[in-house]
Structure formats: structure tokens, C-alpha cells
């Protein structure tokens, strides 16, 4: 008999590709709050957590504009003018995966963006439940929820994530952890902090959850 998984992929830097747009629009913001921005992509593995408040503390946001920029994020960044692309094969990943496992988004993002979003590529009804920043808890208490509603055990549930503070999220909510090297951490930074998987492409990690 086939056993069923619970896979619990994290958003941004995962499904989608996100770190340039997000990158952009907090330089956009910057310049309309002249506040100083010299952030690239390698600053991204100084997030600790990997969360839009955090990035919003490194490049010199004051606490006080935090409300305004995330804000801001949400509006520019689902707006169909600015729709975050896919990774390449994480459509066929999620379409497929869905048909042997439970598919669940645990993420630092709004539920309800993360849905909308991948209900443009017609495989929102693939993900079974979306854990998002807009409801109570971290994500490490999302994935204990997770864990108590499938009545999983936690040696057949994994955490996918593209950062440090999904490995740790991972451990801290007893599941398996899983690190992608496509998204917004490098692949160095996750090696170093010793996931129990290490993907470098979708296609890579579809093969290993595929059942043969």
C-alpha cells in the first residue's frame, strides 16, 4: 500500500519566485519614503527569519513605516501587473504530488494571497489547507496543527522550505526538513544549518516524492 506523505511546502522562494519582485518593490518603497537602499540578493541570507519584517529591518525601514511597507508588499506584489512567476516545474510538481499526498502551504505570506495566486494556474484544489501569516501562530505551530489535523506521524511529514528559518521551523515542529537551494537562501547557508534533504531543482524533488 502507498503511503501517504504530508508535504508542507513553504511559499515564497519555494512555489514561486519571488526574491527579485520582492527585492524591487522594497527598493520602490525606499525611494518613496527616501530611506537608503543598498540591499542585493545576497543580503537575503541575513534573514533570520526569512519574513518580510525581517527584510524590512535590515534594509533601515523605521519600525514605525513596518505597517505601510507590508501593506504596500500585498498590493504591489498580487497585483496582475506584477503576478510572481512560478518555478519552472512546480506546477507539474504540485499537480502530481497531490494525486499520492496531502499538499499543505505553511508560509510567512497571507493565506488568501498564496490561494489566489495558485488559483491562476488552477491548482489551488491541490493544496489541501493554506497556513498563512494572517492567522495566529508561527509556522512552526503551523506544522504541529498540521501534524494533529492529518493524524500524520511526524516521520512521514516534511517541511519544504527555502530558508534557514524553515529547517528550523521544521525541527522545532518535529517533522522532517527539506531545503531547496532555487529560492531565496543560498544553497551554502542551508547546507550549513544540516537539512534531512537537500533539492536543487523541482524536478529533483518531484522525483524523490514521486511514488515509483
Known amino acids: 500500500m502507498l503511503k501517504k506523505l504530508l508535504l508542507l511546502l513553504d511559499y515564497d522562494g519555494v512555489i514561486v519566485d519571488s526574491a527579485q519582485p520582492v527585492l524591487d518593490e522594497t527598493a520602490a518603497f525606499c525611494a518613496n519614503h527616501q530611506i537608503a537602499f543598498n540591499l542585493n540578493l545576497e543580503d537575503f541570507d541575513r534573514l533570520n527569519p526569512a519574513t518580510f519584517t525581517m527584510l524590512a529591518k535590515i534594509c533601515g525601514i523605521p519600525d514605525s513605516k513596518h505597517r505601510n511597507y507590508a501593506q504596500f508588499l500585498f498590493d504591489e506584489l498580487q497585483s496582475d501587473k506584477r503576478r510572481i512567476p512560478l518555478f519552472n516545474g512546480i506546477k507539474d510538481l504540485i499537480d502530481d504530488l497531490s494525486r499520492y499526498h496531502t499538499l499543505c502551504v505553511v508560509t510567512a505570506n497571507h493565506a488568501k494571497v498564496v490561494e489566489n495566486r495558485l488559483a491562476h494556474e488552477q491548482i489551488q484544489n491541490c493544496i489541501d489547507t493554506y497556513y498563512g501569516s494572517d492567522q495566529p501562530g508561527s509556522k512552526a505551530d503551523h ?55 537537500l533539492f536543487d531543482t523541482p524536478q529533483e524533488m518531484h522525483t524523490f516524492f514521486k511514488p515509483n
Open 143 to 197: 506544522i504541529r496543527q498540521a501534524l494533529d489535523h492529518y493524524a500524520v506521524p511526524a516521520a512521514d511529514a516534511w517541511m519544504i522550505g527555502d530558508s534557514v528559518s524553515d529547517i528550523e521551523a521544521a525541527r522545532h515542529g518535529g517533522v522532517n526538513s527539506v531545503a531547496v537551494s532555487w529560492g531565496w537562501q543560498s544553497r551554502s547557508l542551508l547546507g550549513s544549518h544540516s537539512p534531512d534533504l
